[in-house]
């Protein structure tokens, strides 16, 4: 079956310019994770849903970051206002239950911000 | 923040021998897993062991928990040259549903 998937997989933007990432689920997770990985280091955990609701967003660096998921299923993280620092890997993940299990990761969308 | 410290950061050994990797963490976990990930590619779950098991197994793989040094090994055996990839240790926080990876270890397979 299909897995989850991210798109664009790669973005360039110039800097101040706002920014929406995708992420599509598989089907029928409950859960969706967002996470950022900078180059050489693991994951960084930035938010995730259960259903349509965001139940932690403490790893969202400041309120340029933000993130919805409306019916439960494909999700955006936008940035707004982009800056340098942002340029990372964003990755999305799901898993089948609200709770403790292994998440399936996404490939990742690559954003540079110039 | 990253909870995890992988040891070693980087290990290169030949085809044919175990290789082991270390991770510490520091809260109260409710399990503990180990990610994959390919050069440029995704993460890709390898086994979950729960904060109540000492050790797992699949197929090549054998993972250790020690609660009590709040510790995990993962080994590798009779490695192979599919096997280079980057390896991350990530914790289930008690309380929370997140995972919190460390900086993982770089594993190069020699032919």
């Known amino acids: 079956g299909a897995g989850v998937s991210q798109s664009p997989r790669y973005k360039v933007t110039k800097r101040g310019q706002d920014v929406a990432l995708r992420c599509d689920p598989i089907s029928g997770h409950v859960s969706l994770y967002w996470y950022r990985q900078a180059l050489g280091q693991g994951p960084e955990f930035l938010t995730y849903?259960?259903?349509?609701?965001?139940?932690?967003k403490s790893g969202l660096p400041n309120d340029r970051f933000s993130a919805e998921r409306p019916e439960g299923s494909i999700s955006t993280l936008t940035i707004q206002r982009t800056e340098q620092r942002d340029s990372a890997m964003y990755r999305c993940?799901?898993?089948?239950?609200?709770?403790?299990?292994?998440?399936?990761f996404g490939p990742g969308t690559r954003l540079t911000v110039l | 923040s990253q909870q995890g410290e992988e040891d070693p950061q980087a290990l290169s050994i030949q085809e044919g021998e175990n290789a082991t990797m270390n991770c510490s963490y520091k809260?109260?976990?409710?399990?503990l897993q180990w990610y994959r990930q390919n050069s440029g590619r995704g993460l890709v779950h390898l086994i979950l062991?729960?904060?109540?098991?000492r050790e797992k197994h699949s197929g090549r793989l054998r993972v250790t928990l020690d609660t009590s040094k709040k510790s995990s090994s993962l080994l590798i055996t009779a490695s192979r040259a599919a096997d280079t990839a980057s390896y991350f240790c990530a914790t289930g926080i008690q309380g929370a549903q997140k995972l919190v990876f460390g900086q993982g270890t770089r594993l190069t397979i020699n032919p």
């Open positions: 849903f259960n259903y349509e609701a965001q139940q932690d």
């Open positions: 993940a799901s898993s089948p239950q609200a709770t403790e299990n292994e998440q399936f």
């Open positions: 062991i729960r904060s109540n098991e």
């Open positions: 809260t109260s976990i409710n399990n």
